[in-house]
């Protein structure tokens, strides 16, 4: 091999590893569970246990905050435990890994308990290879997996690529197009300003859930 082939073979290792998270890391919003903030009427409908009431309320009082609150509202209604974890199977509201609280972590169905605390102990998350390393030391990659499709790392506006933005739920070409037109981002009161403009403020606050600014 020539020295320039062999320097450049040395040089594009580190080379990437100069490069911004952001640039390494693959999407930051679990796949595989609905929303439930942003899901029609029939997509309500057609869970478990849902009725036109409980269906009318979800609706009216969306976005909630984090699963926690939407928890408490479906079992305010009659719900038992039961029941709640039969629609968090497909349908659920992502947690934040960063800020995400004990009760909040333990909807996820059939989680173990000790994640409450592994959860904490190892932010600020960042990465999903992060996550992959740390919680799979524990639990192996299948349930590793399986739990990263019920959390999210917040994505940041101002650098995060396309195909991250895009697994945002509900996400569409055209509200990607509005994310990238009026960075740079610099206070939450612009994001609800300007995206505010597209698609109101339920919406707005459904999206901005999964957003930071310079994280």
Do not use: C
């Not at 403020?201 to 600014?213: H, K, N």
């Amino acid at each position: 091999m020539s020295l320039k082939r062999t320097v450049i073979a040395v040089m594009i290792p580190a080379v990437l590893l100069l490069l911004p998270l952001s640039a390494r890391t693959r999407a930051q919003v679990g796949q595989g569970i609905m929303d439930v903030n942003g899901m029609t009427e029939a997509q309500l409908t057609a869970l478990p246990g849902m009725t036109p009431a409980l269906v009318k309320g979800v609706m009216e009082k969306r976005p909630f905050e984090n699963v926690k609150a939407l928890d408490d509202y479906l079992k305010s209604q009659g719900m038992t435990a039961e029941q709640t974890a039969a629609i968090y199977e497909t349908a659920f509201i992502h947690l934040n890994l960063n800020t995400a609280t004990g009760p909040e972590i333990l909807l996820v169905p059939k989680i173990a308990r000790r994640m409450t605390r592994e959860f904490e102990e190892y932010r600020p998350w960042r990465t999903w290879e992060q996550f992959d390393r740390e919680i799979g030391k524990y639990v192996g990659a299948e349930e590793t997996n399986r739990l990263k499709k019920y959390v999210f790392i917040p994505i940041d506006l101002n650098t995060a690529s396309d195909e991250t933005i895009m697994t945002i739920p509900g996400m569409t070409p055209r509200m990607l197009r509005e994310f990238k037109e009026y960075r740079p981002w610099k206070t939450k009161e612009q994001f609800d300003r300007e995206i505010g403009k597209y698609v109101g403020p339920a919406e707005t606050a459904r999206l901005w859930r999964f957003v930071v600014i310079g994280g």
